[in-house]
């Protein structure tokens, strides 16, 4: 009789634990919760940081006239009545930089052939 206890307990017990690491609300899918709770931090942090340095630029946009002028450059190509403005394409550029050397000339006679 005594045997048939024990066995019982043990099997009760081993169903609670089934329950409490695989069922529903079990521990399992506590840790995968959290795991998807510390990424959505993650991003949400770097969402924050990001509308930390947009609300710097409006404040700055809206008071400064630097900001202004700056985006006025970068953006738009915008230039003082005083200044000029010269453009050289990047492609230019590049192929001037990628032109093999050409061989140094020497106008000494005793070379000619």
Not at 48 to 75: C, H, M, W
Not at 97 to 108: G, K, Q
């Amino acid at each position: 009789m005594l045997k048939w206890l024990s066995l019982a307990l043990v099997l009760a017990l081993a169903g609670l634990q089934y329950h409490l690491w695989f069922g529903d609300g079990g521990l399992l899918e506590l840790h995968m919760i959290t795991t998807r709770a510390d990424t959505q931090e993650a991003k949400v942090s770097v969402l924050r940081e990001r509308n930390a340095q947009l609300t710097a630029e409006v404040v700055d946009l809206k008071t400064g006239l630097d900001a202004i002028e700056e985006r006025a450059r970068n953006d738009l190509g915008m230039v003082r009545n005083d200044e000029q403005f010269l453009w050289v394409p990047a492609s230019v550029v590049r192929t001037l930089h990628e032109l093999p050397e050409a061989p140094i000339e020497n106008s000494s006679p005793e070379q000619i052939p």
